[in-house]
């Protein structure tokens, strides 16, 4: 499946579509899922982006040569920035558990002004008439603070008020009560003064410490549990064999990603995954892409070769594109990695003998590689 998003020719600002095409991608019933880099908050839901796994549905589903175009609107694009995502889709005929999957270059989709502190169609505060009208819904009068009014004080301050003006049974009562609270404070405070200043009697003394008959001396030439590695070497690098051979791949990946794991750790993890296809390849594909979105070019370079049609390197539901292949050897190559030019070279060849065939896709990559 592939996957290419462009502004929405007859809406204009905040609305998009999302074409979608290849080999098993439904033509009703779609829902789809967004995902970006690795951490919290990593899924597009209604109101932003959040931790629980959700499918939206489009705003509107179409037929499109060779697969289905999703319009989508603000309460997409106006949380989408300019880099890739990930794209899940669900529909008639996809395995519940088994989403079809591809990456997502999202570009200058123009969003919509929905007012100030306003993303993705969530109401807020300072919400402008027409932001709502865009909404389809009418502005929410803000709510009026009302007083706020202590029932229970005012019943009980009627009968103070009332002795206070002409009650002279009732200022005599007020002030005995005040005299006696008064003493009682004083006797308080006294008696807690002088238990404080009153001489403590000395603790008694314990005596010398036992000694256990069975203690042992301590062995001073044991060695440490740990050897910590000599000044200006690397620490050793992380085993990722404590996969779980039960482990279901995708969700072992998920549960990682979700944790926010580094770079180094999630390409070990890949690696490992990369040997349980075809479930192990997809998960391998998050991790490598999540370390690549932070700057790793070594798992840039593995990502490439999963979208490199030139690569013989499998890659599980993730369909091969030399577009997307094209973007993670650059990456590569802009971090200088040794792997990166045979690649880009490699899938040059590959794209101008498909190009001379008359492959409309092919040439078009073709000309990503002019200088």
Not at 30 to 43: H, K, M, N, P, W
Not at 96 to 121: H, S
Not at 224 to 233: A, E, F, Q, S
Not at 343 to 354: I, T
């Amino acid at each position: 499946m592939e996957a290419i998003v462009k502004q929405h020719p007859a809406k204009g600002k905040g609305w998009a579509v999302i074409t979608l095409t290849g080999d098993g991608v439904p033509s009703a019933g779609v829902t789809f899922q967004l995902r970006r880099s690795a951490g919290r908050d990593a899924i597009l839901g209604p109101n932003g982006w959040q931790a629980t796994e959700l499918f939206l549905e489009a705003a509107e589903s179409a037929p499109a040569p060779g697969g289905v175009a999703l319009t989508v609107g603000p309460e997409v694009v106006n949380h989408m920035d300019t880099a890739n995502y990930l794209l899940l889709v669900m529909g008639d005929g996809v395995a519940p558990k088994q989403p079809l999957q591809t990456g997502l270059a999202w570009r200058n989709i123009a969003q919509l002004d929905l007012g100030r502190g306003k993303r993705g169609g969530v109401a807020v505060r300072g919400e402008s008439e027409a932001a709502a009208r865009v909404r389809g819904e009418a502005p929410k009068a803000e709510p009026q603070p009302q007083p706020a009014e202590d029932k229970a004080g005012a019943a009980a301050a009627e009968p103070i008020q009332g002795g206070l003006k002409g009650d002279d049974g009732g200022k005599k009562k007020g002030n005995t009560g005040a005299l006696v609270a008064a003493v009682v404070a004083l006797l308080v405070l006294g008696g807690g003064g002088a238990w404080f200043f009153w001489p403590k009697p000395p603790a008694p003394d314990p005596g010398p410490p036992k000694q256990e008959a069975d203690a042992k001396p301590k062995d001073e030439t044991k060695p440490p549990d740990t050897v910590k590695p000599p000044d200006g070497l690397p620490p050793p690098p992380l085993a990722a064999d404590d996969i779980p051979a039960d482990a279901e791949p995708l969700k072992f990946a998920r549960d990682k990603l979700q944790a926010g794991i580094d770079a180094g750790p999630a390409v070990a993890f890949a690696d490992k995954l990369m040997a349980r296809p075809p479930a192990g390849i997809d998960a391998a594909f998050l991790l490598y892409r999540a370390a690549a979105q932070k700057g790793d070019a070594g798992a840039a370079v593995k990502l490439a070769r999963l979208f490199d049609p030139a690569d013989q390197t499998p890659s599980g539901s993730l369909k091969k594109s030399a577009d997307s292949a094209f973007d993670w050897y650059r990456q590569a190559a802009g971090a200088q990695h040794p792997d990166a030019a045979g690649g880009l070279a490699r899938l040059k060849a590959w794209v101008e003998q498909q190009a001379g065939t008359g492959d409309a896709d092919a040439q078009r990559v073709m000309k990503r590689f002019a200088p």
